[in-house]
């Protein structure tokens, strides 16, 4: 069974970077043919995916976010990690990680095998 955990600070400054990381057990995030997405969800709102890298290495972005937006991976340490740069306090959210095994750019919670716990970001000064 895969479990995802994400890792990082709960508060950040506006106009700094989050950075954020997701360790992978149970299952190597190079296994064919999964995708590991960052989904966030700000208070009130729905579920929104934000990006994913591929087991091959390749990486999608959100349109709405690409331009703050750096996801990679460290595959000695079977991790991923978010990078959202200039933070504003409309970026304050439960930051998730999850597995798909197609790109899903949806919030549908069906549409990821395996979730992180999530974790609270909070932008503010």
């Known amino acids: 069974q895969v479990q995802l955990q994400e890792s990082g600070p709960g508060l950040v400054k506006p106009s700094q970077t989050l950075s954020l990381t997701c360790t992978v057990s149970?299952?190597?995030?190079?296994?064919?043919?999964?995708?590991w997405n960052w989904i966030r969800q700000p208070p009130g709102k729905g579920l929104e995916w934000m990006g994913a890298?591929?087991?091959?290495?390749?990486?999608y972005y959100s349109p709405s976010l690409k331009s703050r937006t750096s996801i990679s991976r460290d595959t000695s340490k079977n991790q991923f990690t978010l990078r959202l740069a200039s933070v504003t306090p409309e970026d304050t959210a439960v930051y998730y990680c999850?597995?798909?095994?197609?790109?899903?750019?949806?919030?549908?919670?069906?549409?990821?095998?395996?979730w992180g716990q999530g974790t609270q970001v909070t932008v503010s000064s």
């Open positions: 890298i591929h087991y091959s290495g390749s990486i």
């Open positions: 149970g299952g190597s995030i190079t296994t064919n043919y999964y995708y």
């Open positions: 999850a597995r798909s095994y197609a790109l899903k750019t949806t919030g549908w919670v069906r549409d990821y095998d395996d």
